[in-house]
């Protein structure tokens, strides 16, 4: 099993830029395919990106390609999101997910992912 806490949300200005890390605790970090995921208010949670075992595979969103990085630290048994370009519409609680293994499959879909962070909320003013 692995547990997961999110750090580094907060209110920004669009254009600006936000920092998202997410802690893992738990055996074996490094045998875990990570993923962020965001959900606004009246929404479904959305798939942002995703990371297989290192960050040279990288997946994310159309709506975040380009603004969006996910890198991860399997030496700090942390993955982060680097956010820049930030828009109002990005405003939302960002959660930090994990699945064991290194596949493609359904990597975009919430189901697929047994472990969870808390999240946290990312607030972005017009």
């Known amino acids: 099993q692995v547990q997961l806490v999110e750090s580094g949300g907060g209110l920004v200005q669009a254009g600006g830029s936000l920092r998202l890390s997410c802690a893992a605790s738990g055996r074996s970090f490094g045998s875990y395919s990570m993923a962020w995921f965001r959900q606004a208010p009246g929404k479904e949670r959305e798939f942002v990106a995703y990371?297989?075992?290192?960050?040279?595979?990288?997946y994310y969103s159309d709506s975040v390609k380009g603004r969006y990085t996910i890198s991860r630290d399997n030496g700090k048994s942390t993955v982060y999101l680097q956010m820049s370009n930030l828009k109002p519409e990005d405003t939302a609680v960002y959660y930090c997910?994990?699945?064991?293994?290194?596949?493609?499959?359904?990597?975009?879909?919430?189901?697929?992912?047994?472990?969870w962070g808390q999240g946290t909320q990312v607030t972005v003013s017009s």
């Open positions: 990371v297989m075992w290192t960050s040279a595979t990288t």
């Open positions: 997910a994990a699945r064991s293994g290194f596949y493609l499959s359904d990597y975009i879909k919430a189901n697929t992912y047994p472990y």
